[in-house]
């Protein structure tokens, strides 16, 4: 691990295209701001670790389940109207 010392205002630079700026310090909590490209994930620790616990349980998910549930959820199509809206309008003046 790699321990630096910043001050409010300083950037730490990840590769080419991570920058982590120190925004505040107050009352033992650092505020950072983070620019990365849109195709770098960037998550809290507690975040992380629920989104890789989600896509191990789907991994895990049975192919047959996942077609029976397919199979008994109707799906709508943009030729299939929506049955829950009403398409008729009120006549009460």
């Known amino acids: 691990?790699?321990?630096l010392s910043r001050k409010i205002g300083e950037v730490i630079t990840v590769?080419?295209?991570?920058?982590v700026t120190v925004l505040s310090f107050d009352r033992g909590i650092v505020r950072l701001g983070i620019e990365a490209p849109k195709n770098i994930a960037v998550h809290?620790?507690?975040v992380?670790?629920?989104i890789v616990e989600i896509n191990k349980k789907a991994a895990a998910t049975d192919i047959?389940?996942?077609k029976t549930a397919l199979s008994n959820t109707p799906l709508?199509?943009?030729?299939?109207?929506?049955?829950s809206v009403?398409?008729?309008k009120?006549?009460?003046?």
Do not use: A, Q, Y
């Open 1 to 3: 691990m790699l321990v």
């Open 15 to 19: 590769g080419n295209s991570v920058k």
């Open 44 to 46: 809290r620790k507690e």
């Open 48 to 50: 992380h670790d629920k």
């Open 64 to 66: 047959g389940d996942f």
């Open 76 to 83: 709508l199509t943009k030729d299939t109207p929506d049955e």
């Open 86 to 88: 009403s398409t008729s």
């Open 90 to 93: 009120s006549t009460d003046s």
